[in-house]
T-cell receptor
């Protein structure tokens, strides 16, 4: 089983709809992140969380919200989806408590299409 | 603000040769720098980390260098193989290590 699991893997939705992307981890890591990837733009940080109930904005948080109700779960919501939110979304974790330079562990992504 | 620059063009290398990828950053020198590999449709996978006080780090056929004067890291794959074909991303901490930012990656293609 994957250590970082994202659901769904693919999602097509219409403009204006509210959707939620889920991420769960079995690694016991304290930090969790949501990134967005567009072709040629690399990974852009949306939100990150140091611990339960801790939420921090990244580079491109407008139009998104997150929830970290448990250490193992970090969900990303699009309150009213728009076509330019069509992208590949990645969740990642890191074990910052053991080392400040711990690498990120990524899920396999959710491909979101907003029509 | 800190920016990371990686060559966005595809790097085509003959099998068996050494592939060298470049990562440049524009602002302050980070405490460390990481390299990741990403295959199509998959999440990035961590490869190597190099700290600011390290000039070079090796792992099997991989070698990373870190030059804080040039604000540059080089990533080398020796004896390259077609299976090394992927996109390689560099990443570094931003704002007191609370955030990790990524370059856009360089796609490497190893031809037999």
């Amino acid at each position: 089983d994957a250590d970082v699991t994202q659901t769904p893997r693919n999602r097509i939705t219409k403009t204006g709809k509210r959707i939620m992307l889920e991420c769960s981890q079995t690694k016991g890591h304290d930090r969790m992140y949501w990134y967005r990837q567009d072709p040629g733009l690399g990974l852009q940080l949306i939100y990150y969380s140091f611990d339960v109930k801790d939420i921090n904005k990244g580079e491109i948080s407008d139009g998104y919200s997150v929830s970290r109700q448990a250490q193992a779960k970090f969900s990303l919501s699009l309150e009213s989806a728009i076509p330019n939110q069509t992208a590949l979304y990645f969740c990642a974790t890191s074990d910052y408590s053991s080392s400040y330079n711990s690498p990120l562990h990524f899920g396999n992504g959710t491909r979101l299409t907003v029509t | 603000s800190q920016k990371i620059e990686q060559n966005s063009e595809v790097l085509n290398i003959q099998e068996g040769k050494t592939a060298t990828l470049t990562c440049n950053y524009t602002n302050y020198s980070p405490a460390y720098l990481q390299w990741y590999r990403q295959d199509p449709g998959r999440g990035p996978v961590f490869l190597l980390l190099i700290r600011e006080n390290e000039k070079e780090k090796r792992k099997e056929r991989l070698k990373v260098t870190f030059d804080t004067t040039l604000k540059q890291s080089l990533f080398h794959i020796t004896a390259s193989q077609p299976a090394d074909s992927a996109t390689y991303l560099c990443a570094l901490p931003y704002s007191s290590a609370s955030k990790i930012i990524f370059g856009s990656g360089t796609r490497l293609s190893i031809r037999p």
